[in-house]
């Protein structure tokens, strides 16, 4: 059985880092990706990246701040978020691919991952 597990989440002020985790077990993957879900609304593509070529893909809003990245070894997905602002406050979901292609707009949208995470919280204070 598959299982994803987010970690790392927590309370930051503005201008920090935090790096989230993702334990996954159970297959291989095409790809996965981050998302992020705010109060009120929809859940968003945040980054990706591909298992092929280790290829990522970021959302324009965090391009720059945050870097998508995987330990093979330890089976993690990891995100490393830096210079945090306030917007940046949401649920995070890790998400995982088995699609045969993992590329373009497939990695940013959430029909095309089959498993989730139950999410971790992060909370960016002013």
């Known amino acids: 059985q598959v299982q994803l597990v987010e970690s790392g989440g927590g309370l930051v002020q503005a201008g920090g880092s935090l790096r989230l985790s993702c334990l996954h077990s159970?297959?291989?993957?095409?790809?996965m990706a981050w998302f992020r879900q705010a109060p009120g609304k929809e859940r968003e593509f945040v980054a990706a990246?591909?298992?092929?070529?280790?290829?990522?893909d970021y959302a324009d809003s965090i391009k720059g701040r945050f870097t998508v990245s995987r330990d093979k070894t330890e089976n993690t997905l990891y995100l490393q978020m830096n210079s945090l602002k306030p917007e940046d406050t949401a649920i995070y979901y890790c998400?995982?691919?088995?699609?045969?292609?993992?590329?373009?707009?497939?990695?940013?949208?959430?029909?095309?991952?089959?498993?989730w995470g139950q999410g971790t919280q992060v909370t960016v204070s002013s």
């Open positions: 998400a995982a691919s088995t699609r045969p292609i993992y590329a373009g707009n497939t990695v940013s949208r959430r029909a095309s991952h089959d498993y």
């Open positions: 159970g297959r291989t993957f095409s790809g």
């Open positions: 990246i591909r298992w092929q070529d280790d290829i990522t």
